[in-house]
T-cell receptor, first 116, second 114 residues
Framework: AQKVTQAQTEISVVEKEDVTLDCVYE???????LFWYKQPPSGELVFLIR??????QNEISGRYSWNFQKSTSSFNFTITASQVVDSAVYFC?????????????FGPGTRLSVLP | DVKVTQSSRYLVKRTGEKVFLECVQD?????MFWYRQDPGLGLRLIYF???????EKGDIPEGYSVSREKKERFSLILESASTNQTSMYLC?????????????FGPGTRLTVL
């Protein structure tokens, strides 16, 4: 069965600090996809990144970076030089490739508060 | 950009009322989903549809039904609303393209049942 764990329920940092959000997943499939979503106070989930299981390259997008390590089943998300606008709930999600990956499993989310 | 819209941001209904939540996407996506989000429980899948008139139960379908008469529209129906259905409801869509299965979400409907 699929499972996503985000052990950090809430994190508070001061603006300009770096912060890493942890995500650990479980799946028996060899082909799967991992995602990060951001949910700001407005409520809409915003898609940030997709990574498939065959691509372990880390990715950087501006202040955001993602570290995918199959050996530890982790897909961690780092925000560099955090800003108040980064305050949100962040969800990690897993989708197995069968059935075109229709079934998503979301982690419980990590609430990030960036204080000015 | 993908656009998923939901008919209401906030809705207040009374116990026993029939409630319709509408979701429309403008990107010709095959798959559409309804989730509810509750504190401490995360996102839970209610129903999804992989094509017009096709639907599958998710993890918590009890008390809900859905309708997909047109590709762009996916409706969630609460036949007789109850207070335990007070929640945030999120609609999502995604294309049926292998390797590109991220879901795109609407803004959500916060439903309160009194």
């Amino acid at each position: 069965a699929q499972k996503v764990t985000q052990a950090q329920t809430e994190i508070s940092v001061v603006e300009k600090e770096d912060v890493t959000l942890d995500c650990v997943y479980e799946t028996r499939d060899t082909t799967y996809y991992l995602f990060w979503y951001k949910q700001p106070p407005s409520g809409e989930l915003v898609f940030l990144i997709r990574r498939n299981s065959f691509d372990e390259q880390n990715e950087i997008s501006g202040r955001y970076s993602w570290n995918f390590q199959k050996s530890t089943s982790s897909f961690n998300f780092t925000i560099t030089a955090s800003q108040v606008v980064d305050s949100a709930v962040y969800f990690c999600a897993l989708s197995e490739a069968r059935n075109y990956g229709q079934n998503f499993v979301f982690g419980p989310g990590t609430r990030l508060s960036v204080l000015p | 950009d993908v656009k998923v819209t939901q008919s209401s941001r906030y809705l207040v209904k009374r116990t026993g009322e029939k409630v319709f939540l509408e979701c429309v996407q403008d990107m010709d996506h095959e798959n559409m989903f309804w989730y509810r989000q509750d504190p401490g429980l995360g996102l839970r899948l209610i129903y999804f549809s992989y094509d017009v008139k096709m639907k599958e139960k998710g993890d918590i379908p009890e008390g809900y039904s859905v309708s997909r008469e047109k590709k762009e529209r996916f409706s969630l129906i609460l036949e007789s609303a109850s207070t335990n259905q007070t929640s945030m409801y999120l609609c999502a869509s995604r294309p049926l393209v292998e390797g590109r299965n991220e879901q795109f979400f609407g803004p959500g409907t916060r439903l309160t049942v009194l």
